[in-house]
Every structure is written in C-alpha cells, then in structure tokens.
C-alpha cells in the first residue's frame, strides 16, 4: 500500500500533538471558550494544524517541533475572557494582555524554548507592539486571524480536522468539546 506524503506530515503533526495531549495541564485550555462555541483548546489545535500545513505548502523551511507546540500554547491564558472576573478588566484589554498571560503560565507549566516564547507573545501583533521575529511566529501570527474568524462564524468549526489528528476515542471527545455561552 503507498502512503501519501501528506499522510506521513499528518504522523508527524500528530506525533507532536499527542504528547501534548498527554499533558493534564494542556487539557486545561479546554475548560475555555475562545470564538463562537470552540474552546481554546480546539482553536489552538487547528491554529497549529494550518499553521504547519501552511509551511508546508509554501515549502517554507521551520522549525516543525516549535511550530507546532507554539501553536498549542499561543493562547494558554486560562481563563475565560468572555466573563466579568477575568485578570483583566475588558475584552478589549485581553486583547493586549492575554499573549503576556500565556507565555507566563507556559514558562511555568512546559519547557520551551525562544521560538517558542516568540510566537505566544508576538501572535497578536501588530495589537501588541513587538512584531514577531521567527518566520514561525509570522504564520501563526497570520493562521491565528484566520481561524479566529472562522470560528466566530462557524457552528461545528473544525469537525473534520478533529478527526484527522485526535484518533483516541477519549481524547477526541475532549479536544471536540463545545461551549455555548447561552445554554
Ligand atoms: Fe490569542
Ligand atoms: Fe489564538
């Protein structure tokens, strides 16, 4: 049987993914809401797919590993910034802050390294002021944006990538998981 290419890249991503999933303090991300009803963790699954299928594409020579787990953890704020109590004090605080938040709570909870670092606190540019210095920190910089709008307008966001990466039956069932803010 011939494997595709795109299989095997597949593998590798989901190599990596899985041994964040492994991790309890990742599943975290999945307690939260991010846009419409994907919590963070599902946005930041599919920020780091596209991300990594993007580079891919475009032949684009990056660091896969850090991609990939700088992807995962772009938004590893935890909490939920669509309430009143939240460590900032509006939405559009959040904005500014919650790259800061994350990269403070990954520092505490995973080992990463200065790409890594780069893409959490530079993926909101040019909200924040710092641009990002890593070709990997501009694609997610630019992936981010994408999936963010999609998923303000998407009911069941992300179904088939869910699929794709998440073969574990209780995994896919977490990673899967839906909010909605009016139930
Ligand atoms: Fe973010
Ligand atoms: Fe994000």
Known sequence: MKIKKREVEDLVFVSYLEEMLQKKKFLKMNRYLQHGNTTCLLHSIAVAYFSYRL???????????????????????????????????????????????????????????????????????????????????VVICLVDKMCSIYETFSKCAYKKVTNLVVSDKKERRIVGRRINLYN
């Open 55 to 137: 580079c891919k594409l475009l032949r684009l020579n990056v660091h896969e590993k850090e991609l990939i787990r700088g992807a995962l953890l772009h938004d590893y704020f935890l909490y939920d910034w669509h309430q009143k109590y939240k460590p900032c004090d509006d939405v559009g605080r959040h904005a500014f802050i919650h790259p800061r938040i994350a990269l403070f709570n990954a520092r505490k909870d995973f080992e990463i390294n200065g790409i890594e670092e780069d893409i959490i606190a530079k993926h909101m540019f040019p909200l924040t002021f710092y641009p990002p210095k890593y070709r990997e920190s």
